[in-house]
């Protein structure tokens, strides 16, 4: 293993103790800031995610987003190592997808040009940890070389580290919400 490697592993499981105690704090603060940011891009295509395990929640802002536009969630496929997107609706109904993570039972894939990316950690140059399967990094690549696509980190204010450690293939964040603040990084 590489000593990123293992920097990148040591800050995972550090940041995900973090987030565990995080959890259980209100959230309303931060979903009122992210709807209002979506505001700014209402009617345009939006990919959201259905949190799991300790993640902050989305769902809320993604529901008032879903009044003016399509908006999804993403979609692991086995052997395919890009997310794909679905549209999602509040009433949809849902399933157990790839690592368990809910997609809707009926999949129609979109590409959006909004996207919120989950996080374990980030840092002050919009710079995220993830899970470390590369599947937000890949998707963010791909999008942004076929049209202006604008990634948009959800996540508490505690996430954020001094450094996060950075790869070649890790690709920073458009913008980061948390219950403080909204940065840019445009």
Known sequence: MTGLSEQKREARRV????????????SVHATETLSNVLLRYR?????????IGT????????????????????????????????????DCEMRAGHYNVPVPVAIEYFNPEVMIVPLLAFDGKGHR??????????IICHLKRRRPTLAIGFAYAEQEI?????????HPLDMIVTEREIREFL
């Open 15 to 26: 940041a995900k103790i973090r987030r565990e105690t995080l959890r259980k704090r209100e």
């Open 162 to 170: 001094r450094e996060v450690p950075v790869e070649e293939t890790d």
């Open 129 to 138: 940890l993830g899970y470390g399967g590369g599947y937000y990094d890949r």
């Open 55 to 90: 993640e902050i929640d989305p769902v809320p802002a993604m529901i008032e987003a879903a009044v003016h536009g399509i908006v999804g969630v993403p979609v692991v496929q086995t052997g395919i190592p890009c997310l794909q997107f679905s549209v999602w609706t509040p």
């Open 43 to 51: 009617g345009r295509p939006l990919a959201g995610y259905i949190p």
